[in-house]
């Protein structure tokens, strides 16, 4: 069977494949052109460098996570919602490893500005509406949880929480409705004056 012309498509569903199968560091120029039976050389036409073969399984990913992450949150809010955006994530990591890897690491311009990129971001400024927290704030509730989610998944990716009780399973749940608690209750910026609680005598 003839082997399917070389363009920067297959070139990187190439390495995409490579990364899932035997983790992002083993995806180098040399070992995609090995699976793809030519010469190294052959791959400068289509991808710039090792950092854009990186760059393009890194955009492969994001764009398979915000579909997810899309479906995961259609028609929720509040803490459904938060479950649904963190568990897309949780499952993606587990069903492809090497993608995930390749959104851990600093991305090219080209990515953060991709459209998949701002899609994820409005999904998850979409959750983050669901609860009362000011547009100000919500750089820094995406900043933690983005922060707490991807650190839970690498501790439990390396197996950190294999040798005590109870199961990781249950101590996810206890965390997204941690987030949930924390998030109806987000305190005020430090440059926002905190609400007065009116006294007894004030109360109707």
Known sequence: MARAPLTPDTVIAEA?????????????LSA??????????????????????????????LADLTARVAEAVAGRSGLPALAGLAGAHRAFAREAPGRWQALQRRAGPGVVASDAALSIVALTDAVLRGYDIP???????????????????????????????PSPETSW????????VLL?????????????????????
């Open 16 to 28: 995409t494949a490579l990364a899932d199968e035997s983790g992002l560091e083993t995806v180098t």
């Open 32 to 61: 995609v052109a090995r699976r793809l039976g030519v010469r190294t050389p052959s791959l400068y036409s289509h991808v710039r460098d090792h950092g854009a073969l990186l760059d393009g399984v890194s955009a492969v990913a």
């Open 184 to 204: 109806r209750a987000w305190p005020a910026a430090p440059d926002q004056p905190t609400p007065v609680q009116p006294t007894a005598t004030e109360n109707p």
């Open 135 to 165: 547009p100000g704030e919500r750089v820094h509730v995406t900043r933690l949880l983005g922060s707490t989610i991807n650190g839970y998944l690498t501790l439990e990716r390396i197996g950190s929480f294999d040798h005590s009780e």
């Open 173 to 180: 749940d206890r965390t997204i409705v941690a987030l949930d």
